[in-house]
C-alpha cells in the first residue's frame, strides 16, 4: 500500500483506501492509504517550519538538492516509467516523456534559479546624504500544487521544482486518478535524505485534503492544473487569506487550416495530436476550421493518416493509442459523438467501443465532419479522441469563430502567408498560439487568457511567480 510523504518520512494514511486502476485493463494496480484532514494539517506545519530554514539556504544549495533528487529519480526511470503507463494508460514511449519532463524540469530550474537577480535603483539625493535604493527578490512561502490526472510527473514538476528552487516549500496533490508515480517520488525522496518540509506529498479526496490546503492561512501561493470549475471553486475555498494563484485552466483550442499549408503535414499532425494519449490533454484541437478550397481533401488525408492508428498498451508495436482514463471519460465521448451526429454531423470513422478491449477504457479514434459550433464538441473542451472538422471561407470569420469561446488556453494556425498569419496572431486570443506544428518547451512560458487560467507553467516566468519583491531603502 502506497504511503504519504510528510515532513521528510512515509507515514500510513489515516483517510479512507483508494483503488488505483489501470485504465487500460480495468484491473487494480495498487491501492493507496489517503491522508486526512488531520494529516494535511501536519503537512501544512512542516511546510511553514521548513521554510524558515529552508528559504535561507544559497541557491547553490538548493539546485544541489534539485539534482540529487533528479539522479535518484533517474536511476529509477523505468519504475517511474512502468507507474504512470499503467495508472494512466499511457504506452511506453508517453510515459517516457512524462517521466523525462520532471527529469528535465528538476534541472532547468535548478540552473533558472541562480539567475534570478534584483536591482539597484540610482541613489536618491537628500541634502548631504545619499538614499540608496535596493529591489530584492525573496522566497514567497508555503507553496500547494493541486496536479492533474494526465501527466502524473509532467505537472507534478513544473510545480516542486520552481518552489524548491526558489526557496520556496511546497504540498503537492496529486489526483486521485493517477497518485502512484508522484507518491513514489516521495519514496525517492525519502531514501536521499531530502529536507524535511521542503516537500510534502499528500493523496486523498478533494473535499478533505485539498478543501483542508485551500482553506488554511499558511499557503501563499495555491496552484492548480484542473478545469475551469474546479479554479473558481478552489479560489472561494481559499479566500480566508490573500494568497497568489497560478491557475492553468480549462480550454477549447481552435485549428485553423488555411489552402496554401502542406496538407500532407497537417494531416498527420492533426491526427497525432488527437490520438496522442488519446487526446486528453488542456492543449489539445477541439475546434478544426478548414479552409473551404482543401476541406474535402484534408479530410480524405485525416482519415487515412487516422487508418493507420491501433488501440493497445503499453510497448504494443505500431502507431499505437491507449485508452482514456476512465470509463465515465470514454462514455462521455461516445455522448459527444451522438450529440453531434443528431445535430447533423457526419461520423466518418471511428467512435465505437472496439471488439476485445471491453474491459479497458478504448474507444476508436473519432473523425466528424460538418460539425457546427452550436454542438457540444465545440462548445465543450472534448479531452479525447475526437476530430471535429468544420469548412470556413473567410479568415476573418475563422478568427471571429476562434475566439467565441471564454477560454483561450492554445491557438492553432496551418499555413504560410505571412500577411495572413499575422492577422491570425494579432487577433486571437490564446496564450499561446503555435504555428505549422510549432510546440513549446521547458523554456517557453504555458500561460491562459481569458478564463483559462492565471499566472502561467514552465520558463523563467513561472519562477518568478515564486519570489516576492522587497524594497531596501538605505541612509548610511
Not at 489515516?14 to 495498487?30: F, H, S
Not at 470556413?392 to 494556425?413: M, V
Request: hydrophobic share 40%.
Amino acid at each position: 500500500m502506497y504511503q504519504q510523504y510528510i515532513n521528510g518520512a512515509l507515514v500510513d494514511g489515516q483517510g479512507k483506501e483508494l483503488k488505483v486502476y489501470n485504465p487500460a485493463t480495468g484491473e487494480v494496480i495498487d491501492v493507496v492509504g489517503c491522508a486526512n484532514a488531520g494529516q494535511t494539517e501536519e503537512a501544512l506545519q512542516a511546510a511553514e517550519a521548513a521554510f524558515r530554514t529552508w528559504s535561507k539556504t544559497s541557491v547553490n544549495e538548493r539546485a544541489q538538492w534539485l539534482y540529487k533528487l533528479k539522479e535518484a529519480c533517474l536511476a529509477e526511470r523505468e519504475h517511474l516509467i512502468e507507474l504512470v503507463s499503467a495508472e494512466s494508460g499511457r504506452p511506453y514511449p508517453a510515459a517516457c516523456g512524462d517521466v523525462d519532463w520532471l527529469l528535465t524540469s528538476l534541472s532547468y530550474y535548478a540552473e533558472e534559479a541562480k539567475r534570478i537577480d534584483g536591482e539597484v535603483l540610482p541613489p536618491l539625493h537628500m541634502g548631504d546624504k545619499l538614499n540608496y535604493q535596493v529591489v530584492t527578490k525573496q522566497p514567497l512561502g508555503v507553496t500547494v500544487g493541486h496536479l492533474a490526472w494526465n501527466y502524473p510527473l509532467g505537472n507534478a514538476s513544473v510545480k516542486l521544482a520552481p518552489a524548491i528552487a526558489a526557496g520556496c516549500t511546497c504540498i503537492i496533490k496529486p489526483s486521485s486518478e493517477t497518485p502512484l508515480a508522484t507518491l513514489y517520488v516521495g519514496v525517492i525522496a525519502e531514501k536521499i535524505g531530502f529536507p524535511k518540509g521542503v516537500l510534502n506529498i499528500l493523496a486523498g479526496p478533494s473535499g478533505e485534503v485539498a478543501k483542508t490546503l485551500n482553506e488554511s492561512d499558511i499557503p501563499r501561493m495555491v496552484t492548480l492544473i484542473g478545469s475551469y470549475e474546479t479554479g473558481l471553486k478552489l479560489m472561494q475555498q481559499s479566500a480566508t487569506s490573500l494568497k497568489r494563484y497560478s491557475l492553468e485552466l480549462g480550454g477549447n483550442a481552435p485549428v485553423v487550416v488555411m489552402p496554401d499549408a502542406d496538407l500532407e503535414e497537417t494531416a498527420a499532425n492533426i491526427v497525432a495530436k488527437k490520438v496522442g494519449f488519446a487526446g486528453q490533454t488542456c492543449v489539445n484541437y477541439n475546434r478544426i476550421y478548414i479552409h473551404d478550397s482543401i476541406y474535402e481533401e484534408l479530410c480524405d488525408k485525416i482519415a487515412a493518416e487516422l487508418a493507420k492508428v491501433k488501440l493497445g498498451k503499453w510497448k504494443d508495436e505500431g502507431y499505437v493509442m491507449g485508452p482514456l482514463i476512465n470509463m465515465e471519460a470514454r462514455d462521455r465521448m461516445l455522448t459527444l459523438i451522438r450529440d453531434a451526429v443528431d445535430a447533423g454531423a457526419e461520423l466518418v470513422m471511428g467512435g465505437e467501443i472496439p471488439e476485445g478491449f471491453e474491459k479497458g477504457s478504448y474507444m476508436t479514434p473519432a473523425l466528424l465532419k460538418n460539425v457546427n459550433d452550436t454542438m457540444r464538441v465545440s462548445t465543450e473542451e472534448i479531452f479525447g479522441p475526437i476530430i471535429p472538422v468544420q469548412p470556413f471561407h473567410n479568415l476573418d470569420d475563422a478568427i471571429e469563430k476562434a475566439n467565441n469561446t471564454i477560454f483561450g488556453l492554445s491557438a492553432y494556425y496551418f499555413g504560410h502567408n505571412a500577411k495572413e498569419m499575422s492577422k491570425f496572431l494579432e487577433n486571437v486570443k490564446a496564450g499561446e498560439i503555435f504555428v505549422n506544428g510549432g510546440i513549446g518547451s521547458e523554456f517557453t512560458p504555458h500561460a491562459g487568457a481569458k478564463q483559462s487560467g492565471v499566472g502561467c507553467d514552465k520558463s523563467k516566468y513561472s519562477l518568478e511567480e515564486y519570489y516576492e519583491i522587497k524594497l531596501l531603502s538605505i541612509v548610511p
